[in-house]
């Protein structure tokens, strides 16, 4: 079994050999979903509380993350602090507000892009930091980037020596990242 993150702590995650005998299919919508923290919220739509969504069930059924918005029915069974989703049966993310289109969350970690997009190689990334640093290459200066602007772009981890493209502009310490996409291999979404 996988080590449990800080993010877990406090939480039951979904346990492949816990096979619960009271579970109840819901239909509901994403409140929220933070994949820094690992877990979020549905709110059924049959007036119940919410139900807690921890990322092991999410992964275990198949999926990396879910955004606010989206649609799901899912088999929630009650826990010792209340109802919490044990399998996501299906998910419809028609409805889903991506986190590009959610309002700017008011932080120290937004610069303003002055760059065009440049591909850049990730030259490390820490979650339980929130924060890692780019690079265009040897003797360039390296481009901070912060876990909201992934989330801000639906990007939930970067591995070290990946490539993305970016915007970026000065911060208060350097430069920093304003903007990020993966990098289409296809070369559609190259960078100019």
Known sequence: MAERS??????????????PTDLVEITGVVKWFDVGKGFGFIVPDNGRGDVLLHITCLRRDGYQTILEGTRVVALIHRRERGF?????????????????QLPPVKTHVQVEATSGLERVIVKWFNREKGFGFLTRGEGTEDIFIHMETLRRFGITELRQGQSVLVRFGDGAKGLMAAEIHPDDPTGRGRAH
């Open 84 to 100: 919490q989703a044990f399998r996501i049966l299906s998910m419809d993310q028609s409805t889903a507000v991506h986190p590009s």
């Open 6 to 19: 800080s993010s877990d702590k406090g939480f039951e995650a979904c346990e492949e050999a816990f096979e």
